[in-house]
T-cell receptor, first 115, second 111 residues
């Protein structure tokens, strides 16, 4: 079965420090991977995706993610955290058995950046 | 670029009352459309999706139904709300790129 796992419910980082939000995946075949961010009482915003090519994917708001096939991971990173990065982050994988572009979401990681 | 509207933004309804949530999209044609529910500000549950007018697929059996009367309109309904229907309802669309884009959401509280 296809799935993504976000092993950390919460990540706390000081402003200005680098941040990493972890995601691992399990798919049979080549994965399509996504990161989304959700601010309180808002819909999800698309940050970035990996389909093929460069293992380092750059996205919105200075975020990037590294695809690692051997470790089946797709961790989200940012070199210098901002207080405004505090939000709920979701990793997701395309359901390869669906013809309707269905996405399987992780359980989410709450990122808290302290001033 | 595409835009997703959801109406209303918030809703408080008594148990047993009917429900109708609307999602309309602009700037796209023949998208796939999705309804999700998010409980307690955490995980997302896919409720329904549609690949075209009148075509609805249900992911979980429940008290809700969906309809797509027009290409850019997706409606979530219930005849009688339950307490467990409370949550944050999100509409999303996908085009050929597989990326899903989300609307602003509707906060439903059933009392």
């Amino acid at each position: 079965a296809q799935s993504v796992a976000q092993p950390e419910d919460q990540v706390n980082v000081a402003e200005g420090n680098p941040l990493t939000v972890k995601c691992t995946y399990s798919v049979s075949g080549n994965p399509y991977l996504f990161w989304y961010v959700q601010y309180p009482n808002r819909g999800l915003q698309f940050l970035l995706k990996y389909i093929t090519g460069d293992n380092l994917v750059k996205g919105s708001y200075g975020f990037e993610a590294e695809f690692n096939k051997s470790q089946t991971s797709f961790h989200l990173k940012k070199p210098s955290a901002l207080v405004s990065d505090s939000a709920l982050y979701f990793c997701a994988v395309r359901d390869l058995y669906s013809s309707a572009s269905k996405i399987i979401f992780g359980s989410g990681t709450r990122l808290s950046i302290r001033p | 670029s595409q835009t997703i509207h959801q109406w209303p933004a918030t809703l408080v309804q008594p148990v047993g009352s009917p429900l109708s949530l609307e999602c309309t999209v602009e700037g796209t044609s023949n998208p796939n459309l999705y309804w999700y529910r998010q409980a307690a500000g955490r995980g997302l549950q896919l409720l329904f999706y549609s690949v075209g007018i009148g075509q609805i697929s249900s992911e979980v059996p429940q008290n809700l139904s969906a309809s797509r009367p027009q290409d850019r309109q997706f409606i979530l309904s219930s005849k009688k709300l339950l307490l467990s229907d409370s949550g944050f309802y999100l509409c999303a669309l996908a085009e050929r790129t597989d990326t899903q884009y989300f609307g602003p959401g509707t906060r439903l509280t059933v009392l």
